[in-house]
């Protein structure tokens, strides 16, 4: 797997956008980007994959530049309940081997 | 749709005693199976997984093993616990081939475990 680095927490507020970068340098061909939101207590869950440009669905929008090194996750208009720890991860969505770094804590404040 | 059942929810044990932690997949078959623990303010470790009935692959040589009775069902194991094996434990899977290449992890809500 493409080591992946990403800021260790992230503090916004209501209302606001919040924009995650993840960095991997050394991204292969093959490799997706996948992210995911853990709660606490909580197992992770899925929020968005993509290869390349901008994937957006009905929770975020996912941005790859064109040499996709790094990528940003994007929550629009964050409340109290995005508050989370959000997960970078980068490499073939086949392989088993899916090892989950420390991730971003998202603080959303009133 | 899918769903993945993980228990018990919380439990304490004591130093030496056995863990038998159970894993079951609703609605889905022939899932690759994966077991992870997470320290406090850590990420996730993953321990093993499995793409299929009584194949384990085991990643961190540990006090932990695994296994896989039947298709849906994923068990871990330990014969004599150890403090350090206090954690959040999480179940998980994903389609298996030939849909894993482009199939997300789907958790369970984790087991806190507090070895004594």
């Known amino acids: 797997l493409a080591k992946t680095t990403q800021p260790i927490s992230m503090d916004s507020y209501e209302g606001q956008e919040v924009n995650i970068t993840c960095s991997h340098n050394?991204?292969?061909?093959?490799?997706?980007i996948t992210w995911y939101q853990q709660f606490p207590s909580q197992g992770p869950r899925f929020i968005i994959q993509g290869y390349k440009t901008k994937v957006t669905n009905e929770v975020a929008s996912l941005f790859i530049p064109a040499d996709r090194k790094s990528s940003t996750l994007s929550l629009p208009r964050v409340s109290l309940s995005d508050t989370a720890v959000y997960y970078c991860l980068v490499g073939l969505l086949g392989d088993y081997k899916l090892s989950f770094g420390a991730g971003t804590t998202v603080t959303v404040r009133a | 749709s899918q769903t993945i059942h993980q228990w018990p929810a919380t439990l304490v044990q004591p130093v030496g005693s056995p863990l038998s932690l159970e894993c079951t997949v609703e609605?889905?078959?022939?899932?690759?199976l994966y077991w992870y623990r997470q320290a406090a303010g850590r990420g996730l470790q993953l321990l093993f997984y499995s793409v299929g009935i009584g194949q384990i692959s085991s990643e961190v040589p540990q006090n932990l093993s695994a296994s896989r009775p039947q298709d849906r069902q994923f068990i871990l194991s330990s014969k004599k616990l150890l403090l350090s094996d206090s954690g959040f434990y999480l179940c998980?899977?994903?389609?298996?081939?030939?849909?894993?290449?482009?199939?997300?992890?789907?958790f369970g809500n984790g087991t806190r475990l507090t070895v004594t």
């Open positions: 050394n991204i292969a061909t093959n490799d997706y």
């Open positions: 609605g889905t078959s022939n899932p690759n």
């Open positions: 998980a899977w994903r389609q298996g081939r030939p849909s894993s290449y482009n199939s997300p992890l789907h």
